[in-house]
């Protein structure tokens, strides 16, 4: 089974430039998460969708950061204008539909992202 | 306060050693609980689930206490291929939301 896709792996931008990455879900995973993961700490969720709709966006800068999943398939998150702080790596995951509360995440190996 | 909270780190022991983390939440309305394991720039992925009944997976154990907020994992006989970060990590509810601890680094040496 494939797993999460992400893409680019790596991206080094300056600040206040745009970025957007992309994921792409484990096939028939009604639920996908984006995380940020700052050095030193856990990933933080930044967006929760459940099939196109946001099911929770409560830590999104949503002054800066935006995402979509217009098909309910892959998704994107943009940055505009990065700062300095958002250096970070960006986690996809992926979930079967929320029916229990116990359903493992799988995750995508991350885009690396540096603002200089 | 963070809603959960982990031992500082790092471990540094030797091979073989026996290894305990320990975990804390703050939200009472937590419902599962999990440790995940990350290897050095890689993604996280899923160690072990966490039940009130205590659960073991070969070298691994993991315990909760619901009363007193507190998660712990075990690892017994450790190997150089345990040497990752341990993170704590609690659902806090229907919509299957993750809220993960800053990690614990585990260097199991030679």
């Known amino acids: 089974e494939a797993g999460v896709a992400q893409s680019p792996r790596y991206k080094i931008i300056e600040k206040r430039q745009s970025v957007a990455f992309w994921c792409n879900p484990i096939?028939?995973?009604?639920?996908l998460y984006w995380y940020q993961q700052i050095l030193g700490q856990g990933p933080k969720l930044l967006i929760q969708?459940?099939?196109?709709?946001?099911?929770?966006d409560s830590q999104l800068p949503k002054d800066r950061f935006s995402a979509e999943r217009l098909k309910g398939v892959d998704s994107t998150l943009k940055i505009q204008p990065a700062k300095l702080e958002d250096s970070a790596v960006y986690l996809c995951?992926?979930?079967?539909?929320?029916?229990?509360?116990?359903?493992?995440?799988?995750f995508g190996p991350g885009t690396r992202l540096t603002v200089t | 306060r963070k809603e959960v909270e982990q031992d500082p780190g790092p471990f540094n022991v030797p091979e073989g050693a026996t290894v305990a983390f320990n975990c804390t939440y703050s939200?009472?309305?937590?419902?599962?609980f999990f440790w995940y394991r990350q290897d050095c720039r890689k993604e996280p992925k899923l160690l072990m689930s966490?039940?009130?009944s205590g659960n073991e997976d070969g070298r691994f154990t993991a315990q909760l206490n619901r009363a007193s907020q507190y998660i712990s994992l075990l690892i017994r006989d450790s190997k150089l291929s345990d040497s990752a970060t341990y993170l704590c990590?609690?659902?806090?509810?229907?919509?299957?939301?993750?809220?993960f601890g800053t990690g614990t680094l585990l260097a199991v040496q030679p």
């Open positions: 096939s028939g995973h009604a639920t």
């Open positions: 939200n009472s309305a937590s419902q599962s």
């Open positions: 969708f459940q099939n196109n709709g946001v099911v929770d």
């Open positions: 990590v609690v659902n806090r509810g229907a919509t299957n939301k993750l809220i």
């Open positions: 995951a992926s979930s079967p539909i929320n029916r229990d509360s116990l359903y493992e995440q799988y």
């Open positions: 966490v039940y009130s």
